[in-house]
């Protein structure tokens, strides 16, 4: 069996991922974009040619091997991601990146002036673009995150097998921060595997299993 990812293709998303309010705000989330960095440059040094799709975060000083693509909004996101996956040119998709659940129903044009006492944004959620990746490349290993803060073992292994199952994904990393610290499983359909308690062997984990395909 292979041990490296040697001319392995592997497109990797990770970081936060805007929506605008108004002209100069924006929902977020605190992802830093850790996880996928280690792993992009983790896989570039086994031989793996890597894409990685950054949201805005800081990341100096990667890899030159590494093409990198960045973006800050949720649409802005989706059209690159569909573009990538449409080439059809990957081996594998790991989706780490923080996806907005919710946008506003209606982007102001204008600032919204400050001082509003009371002020009210109606959202709606946004696509799960997970569900995009087996529609748009069915042969693409499809690795996607679940992350539940707090969350015991049996129902973040139960929440990570609904994900799965839903969007006909060959693994999903179930991680959760809780008094242990950093805790994650890697649930494929007939399998769990863990515990890991560190980003490094969840990328062991997932090179092992890309090296299988």
Request: net charge positive; proline share 3%; glycine share 6%.
């Amino acid at each position: 069996m292979a041990t490296n990812l040697k001319n392995k293709r592997i497109l990797i998303t990770a970081g936060p991922t805007w929506v605008a309010i108004d002209k100069v705000r924006v929902i977020s989330n605190t992802a830093t974009g850790e996880t996928g960095i280690l792993l992009a440059e983790k896989f570039t040094q086994l031989g793996a040619k890597v894409t990685l799709l950054l949201g805005p975060v800081n990341a100096c000083c990667l890899a030159p091997k590494i093409r990198l693509i960045n973006f800050r909004f949720f649409d802005e996101f989706k059209k690159i991601f569909k573009k990538e996956l449409a080439s059809r040119c990957y081996d594998a998709v790991i989706h780490s990146a923080a996806v907005s659940d919710y946008q506003p129903q209606g982007r102001r044009q204008k600032k919204i002036k400050s001082g509003i006492e009371n002020l009210c944004l109606r959202l709606k959620p946004t696509e799960k673009l997970i569900r995009l990746i087996k529609k748009i490349d069915p042969g693409i290993f499809a690795v996607g995150f679940k992350f539940q803060p707090q969350a015991g073992k049996l129902e973040l292994i139960r929440q990570a097998r609904q994900l799965l199952k839903a969007n006909k994904a060959d693994l999903i990393v179930a991680n959760t921060c809780n008094r242990q610290g950093y805790q994650a499983y890697l649930v494929e359909r007939q399998s769990v595997s863990g515990l890991l308690k560190n980003k490094t062997s969840v990328a062991q984990g997932i090179k092992d299993r890309i090296c299988k395909i």
